[in-house]
Every structure is written in C-alpha cells, then in structure tokens.
C-alpha cells in the first residue's frame, strides 16, 4: 500500500507544482484537490474565504473533531529549472514554498484515514487560499470556518531546507514571529545635484532613518526579547543630477509579543518623523500587522511530537526548537483555536531539498510526502482514539 501512495502522492504534487497559481486565485488548484477528495468519499464544502474548502471524514461515534490544515497559493517567483520535467506551467508563478507539497501530503492523510479508518471522531481537512500574503486565514474565519466546521484542535506543517529530510521540529510557545510592514514617505523639496543649497535632500534625511531605526532592538527593546526592523526598498524620484524631492522607505517588522508590535511602532514614528522635522521635511509613516505569532498551544504539543516520534522516530524529533523570526499565516488560526505548528525536515543544505525557500530553483522533496502523509494521519489516530 505504501508504494502505491507513494506515487500517488508524487503524482499530486507534481500536478499542482506544473499549475501554480497565487493568493485568492487557487481556482483550479481548489477543483483538483475537491475532485481528489471527493474520489476518497469526503463530503466536501466549497467557497470558503474565496478558493478555500473543507472536508469532512467522520468515523465511529467519537464526538472529537480536529483539523488538518493546508496551504494552496504559490509566488510570483519565475521558476528556474530548464531540466525539471514537472516545472511550472504558468509563466512568473511557482510553488516556491513547497504548498504543492503541503497539500499532497494533507490529501495523502486522507486516503489513509478514509481507507484504514482507524479513529474515532471526525477529521476536518482544511485547504487555505492565500497564506503567502498573510490573508487567507482571516479571509476564510470571516466566512465562518470555525463556526461552520468547528474544532477542538487544528495542525499545520511546513516543509524546511536546511532540516535533514524527514525530521520533525516544534516547540510550545511561540514558534514563528508575527510580521508587521511599513511605508515611510519623506517629501522634501528637489533640486539640481550641483546646488543641494537649494533644496531639502530626501536622501540624506532617508539614510539617516535607515540607520536610526537600527537602534530600536538594540537600544529599546529589553535584550531578552526578539525582534528585527529590516528596511527593505529605498525608493527616490530623482535621476543622476537631480537631488529628489521625495523619498519612500518600505519593510518589515518581526516580534512575538504584542507589547513590542506597540513599541516597534511607536519609535519608528517618533523617529521617523523627529529627524524629518529636524531637516524641515515632511514625514507620513503608516504601520500594518499582516502575520500574527504563531503560538502553539502547550497541551498539543506533546500529540504533536508523540506522532512525529511514532512515525520517524525518537531521535529525528526536536521537541524545542529554537523559535524562528520568519512568519506563518497559520498563526492567525491559533489566535481562534488551539493546535501545533511543525517543521518537517526537506533536506539538509547541499543535498536534495536544501534549496532555500523562494529560491527560484527550490522544489519540495517528494521523499517526505509518504512521511508528512503519515505523521498527519498519526495525528488524527492520537487524538481521536477508537474507544
């Protein structure tokens, strides 16, 4: 059986990688994880938060319900891989994150569950548009999931470059960081290069920002906490002689707690706007949260690393691993509901599956899907027991 899922699996993922398609755009991807879905028995429910859906497998008379979730949308990345025989179809589109992946593995759990039956309660299969940009989780809970499809729990998984294949990574707590953005507007005035006399340089006054907003983990936030402030773009409206009259500085914020989303904010506008005035220029700063933490609930972990350890073994699960400054739109779902967030393991750097995610040669390592298939229905079995 397992060989036969083993390719059936590889024949899912390679289907959806040749077929990206991005945020809220997931329509065919949504029909063929529907139809593939529907073929195991599922009752499955369409439409939710746009291309999102359900599926539901009830088993026994248990009353437990948790969720399996999994993400959809690919990036606007141009694939870079000439020889690759199940490359991307759609030309500037990816899965350069490995969500193909994801999502086979989640289908894969399916069949397993649907054909051994072994648990008791129901499973929600859960297969969310739009992660990439950190809205397709707000986008299907405003359209009722939770009160349409309650849970008692819900799991997620990411595949990780860098992690020997097949190992297993969580931890209670915070596990991956929110990310807030941020546009800082200078206006100053322009003016030939050879006379800056003349005007209000943008440029200097931007650069001065850039390196002020530095010290704001170094210099405010207590050392025992985590954050990073990373300018991003620095774009100016002036040309090879000409000093520019406006400035905009784009980036992103990374911290677990709320009580530093606040002060992050604060002095970057203090700032921002402090040395703009210092200059005479004008200053419009606006901060947005786009990820929420993602926080595992302590009394899931434990399932969640039983399973991990059930299926690759004691040694290839770290049950503490240190917390990661990259963001997660799943933990917009642990804000609503408790559950874990796990890291399996797509290869060791230089080997297959160390490509870094959203490179433009990365590819998911189809040696993980049978187990990332296997821990998920491994999950359904722990928490839902047969009585």
């Known amino acids: 059986m397992e060989s036969s899922l083993q390719s059936q699996l590889k024949s899912w993922r390679r289907h959806l990688h040749r077929n990206p398609e991005t945020g809220f755009e997931e329509v065919a991807t949504s029909d063929y994880v529907a139809r593939a879905l529907t073929a195991l028995g599922l009752d499955v429910h369409r439409g939710i938060g746009g291309t999102g859906l359900v599926a539901n497998l009830a088993v026994g008379n248990g009353r437990g319900v948790i ?50 039956r072994d648990f008791s309660g129901t499973v929600r299969f859960i297969f969310q548009p739009a992660e990439e940009h ?33 190992t297993f990574a969580t931890r209670a707590g915070g596990i991956m960081a929110s990310e807030d953005n941020f546009v800082i507007h200078i206006k100053a005035r322009g003016t030939h290069a050879a006379r800056p ?14 390196l002020a907003l530095q010290t704001i983990v170094s210099r405010n936030l207590d050392p025992s906490l985590q954050a990073v402030v990373s300018c991003t773009q620095f774009i100016t409206d002036g040309i090879r002689n000409v000093i520019p009259s406006n400035v905009t ?17 604060t ?6 706007e402090g040395i703009c005035h210092a200059h005479g220029a004008e200053c419009t700063f606006e901060y947005t949260h786009e990820f929420a933490p993602t926080v595992n609930s302590p009394e ?36 609503a509901v408790p559950g874990n967030f796990i890291f399996i393991g ?13 490179n433009a040669t990365y590819d998911f390592n189809d040696n993980i899907l049978l187990t990332g298939a296997r821990y998920f229905a491994e999950i359904a079995r722990l928490a839902l027991p047969l009585s």
């Open 67 to 116: 969720g399996l979730r999994a993400d959809m949308d690919a990036l606007n990345i141009a694939e870079n891989a000439p020889d690759r025989p199940h490359a991307s179809r759609t030309q500037g589109k990816m899965h350069a994150c490995g969500h193909d992946g994801h999502m086979s593995m989640v289908l894969g759990a399916a069949r397993l569950l649907a054909e051994r």
């Open 134 to 166: 950190g809205r397709g989780a707000k986008a299907m809970m405003k359209d009722g999931l939770f009160e349409r499809y309650p849970v008692d729990a819900i799991f997620g998984a990411h595949n990780m470059p860098g992690m020997p294949a097949g």
């Open 197 to 210: 006399h003349m005007g209000i340089d943008p440029i200097v006054i931007a650069s001065q920002i850039v």
């Open 249 to 265: 500085i784009k980036g992103d914020t990374r911290s677990y707690a709320p009580e530093v989303q606040t002060m992050l904010a």
């Open 267 to 272: 002095r970057m506008r203090e700032i921002s």
């Open 300 to 335: 899931y972990v434990d399932l969640a690393v039983a399973a991990a350890r059930n299926i690759a073994g004691t040694d290839q699960v770290d049950a503490n691993v240190q917390p990661m400054m990259i963001s997660e739109d799943f933990g917009a779902f642990l804000q």
């Open 346 to 358: 797509n290869g060791d750097t230089g080997k297959e599956g160390g490509i870094p995610l959203h």
